[in-house]
Nanobody, 127 residues
């Protein structure tokens, strides 16, 4: 059974930075394409960033493209979402997801494409 575990959320002020980390237990990160999604209050879950199994192919949503960075460290079994210059509209529950795929260099941006999800971590940005 694969578990996806997120950490690093919290309450910050606008302009601050946060780093979210995610690990997969039960299997190593190299086996999965990974993604970050977020769900603002009262809204649907939305794509934030995605990365391929190898970590070489990355996609980031336009709304956060210049502020968020997504990386994968397969030996450490960890993916990291570095969030800089946070804005109040970034407030949401952030979810890490893993997709079991044989494709090494493909990332996935759809909620329905992922097989495993973490519990979510709250990020609150005050103005």
């Amino acid at each position: 059974q694969v578990q996806v575990l997120e950490s690093g959320g919290g309450l910050v002020q606008a302009g601050d930075s946060l780093r979210l980390s995610c690990t997969t237990s039960g299997s190593t990160a190299i086996n999965y394409a990974m993604g970050w999604f977020r769900q603002p209050p009262g809204k649907e879950r939305q794509f934030v960033a995605a990365i391929s199994r190898t970590g070489d192919e990355i996609a980031v949503a336009d709304s956060v493209k210049d502020r968020f960075t997504f990386s994968k460290d397969n030996p450490k079994n960890t993916v990291t979402l570095q969030m800089n210059s946070l804005k109040p509209e970034d407030t949401a529950v952030y979810y890490c997801a893993a997709k079991d795929t044989y494709r090494l260099t493909v990332y996935y941006t759809g909620v329905s494409e992922y097989d495993y999800w973490g519990q979510g971590t709250q990020v609150t940005v005050s103005s």
